[in-house]
């Protein structure tokens, strides 16, 4: 069972950075997606970035220009580059990998963005 471990949150003032890290347990075969979700208080879980088998990134248009999403070539390190943050990135971040037969999900780190 493969296990993906989040780490980097924390409270960042409004138009602050901060660069969330995942580390995967084991190399995931047959990878089709990865990449970030967020939950924030209250509301359902969103996707955030995520990059596919092709090579393509895509982002939400909430963190579009704002967000990086990067890994490493073993696909075992999956990282989140947040800039200019707003209060309502405020949320617990997931990392998130797909193996076509297999969700993989991490615990989550929290951000919380406030002056």
């Known amino acids: 069972q493969v296990q993906l471990v989040e780490s980097g949150g924390g409270l960042v003032q409004p138009g602050g950075s901060l660069r969330l890290s995942c580390e995967a347990s084991?190399?995931?075969?047959?990878?089709?997606?990865m990449g970030w979700y967020r939950q924030a208080p209250g509301k359902e879980r969103e996707w955030v970035a995520l990059?596919?088998?092709?090579?393509?990134?895509i982002y939400s248009d909430s963190v579009k220009g704002r967000f990086t999403f990067s890994r490493d070539n073993a696909n075992t390190k999956l990282y989140l580059q947040m800039n200019s943050l707003k209060p309502e990135d405020t949320a617990l971040y997931y990392c998130?990998?797909?193996?076509?037969?297999?969700?993989?999900w991490g615990k989550g780190t929290l951000v919380t963005v406030s002056s």
């Open positions: 998130y990998v797909n193996s076509g037969s297999m969700d993989y």
């Open positions: 084991a190399i995931i075969g047959s990878l089709k997606r």
């Open positions: 990059f596919t088998s092709i090579g393509i990134t």
